[in-house]
């Protein structure tokens, strides 16, 4: 039988188990990148740990751009907690737009709920757990019932027959007797954990946060949320939520290049395959320098650049990627599969917004002298195309970055000029 050398694992001809790129964020509990392979972020973690240690509860912020390593920073902080006998939920809370107040408590008690699952020991009465197993198997017994508790994770849908019969107010007071039972068993308190905030229009930020203020001062739970900067204004107007905040939000910031260095040799390290292998680092420091400064620091956007650029050049041996050949590499990746889409007057529109950190149409609009509408169209194709995103909005206003993979026109192949449009 023939192999298909199409189906061999690349990063076995690096002596690692698995790619040590993975943009995926570090996870409580488990997850193929350990919690001791995080870099940096010392000060924030002794801020984050000390609100936590504080006894009665707690709402904090937490923003930053994305890709910067914000949901990794607060499970590597959650992760402390829990091994000091803090209950927290393993896998985050991604919050939704569609969800109304009850569905948002309701996916809380689901995230409480499959943690449970998985604990021989359960800080939780016999009687309590039942309930609150009952409540998610009436779902499972519907149709239609929009639940999904798999791994570790837990939702809960607009479509749930359960809610029929239960009213926010209810499963406040379900979750407080939840949360108090937890607590007294612990002897500590509850962690909670809402991530990507920046996937809920400013609308419904302000219903949910309006409406929800006291469940969100449940005494005894250390509620944190992540999202962008967008999520960051729209939050700080909405008083009555940013009122009962514990403390100025934290911002995050990139990482430097020492520390971005040192989290990818520890992540080949951990993933080695055995001591009787080597380990091999597809890139010269050379590239590594030129890749960070490309992507001013953003830690994704780095390892999903030299992810990206590995995978496409390897074949039947390990290769070494200097800064020529990443440039060259890459420039072939998004002109294969991005750019040959893009009109010529989408790809000069384009042009002009990778000179920007952000920009309006009606900045576009001013800069290349063509009519708003029509910048309205080249905008849409190319956020449709994966060039462009929209990075915040203020009022009307959209603000568009240009898709960090873009960025990798700019590389440049010594003494060559970087390649055109």
Known sequence: MQTNDSLKDIWELYGVKENPFSTS??????????????VGRNE????LSRIIASRGGSRTFIYGDIGIGKTSFVNVVRNSAFENGFFTHFKEITTQNKWEADELILN????????????????ISDEL????????????TSINA????GGLGGSYGSDQKATEKLTSFSLQDFFNEIIHDINTHTKKETIIHYNNLELVSEKKIRYLFDNLRDFFQTKGVHFIFIGNLTAYSILQSVPRFSSILSDTPFHIETLTYGEVEEIIKKR?????????????????????QVIYKLMEGNIR???NSLSTAVFYATYESPILLDRNKLAKTLQEILEKRYLHVLTPKAKEVLSEVVKHNEITNKALSDKLKIPRSNISTYIRDLENAG????????GKDKFWKADPKIKWLSLKQSPQQALPF
């Open 44 to 47: 924030h973690i002794k801020r």
């Open 146 to 149: 929009g639940i999904s508790i």
């Open 268 to 288: 080949f390290e951990h993933l080695r395959i055995s001591k009787d292998y080597n380990t091999i680092y597809p890139y010269t420091n050379d590239c590594l």
């Open 301 to 303: 956007d780095i390892l």
């Open 129 to 140: 757990y039942k309930k609150l197993e009952s409540l998610f198997e009436i779902g499972r």
């Open 387 to 394: 060039c462009v995103y929209l990075r915040r909005k203020n």
């Open 108 to 123: 809380t008690l689901s995230a409480i709920y499959s943690t449970l699952k998985l604990l021989k020991e359960k800080p």
């Open 25 to 38: 964020p570090i996870l409580v509990i488990g997850g193929s990148i350990p919690i001791d392979s995080f």
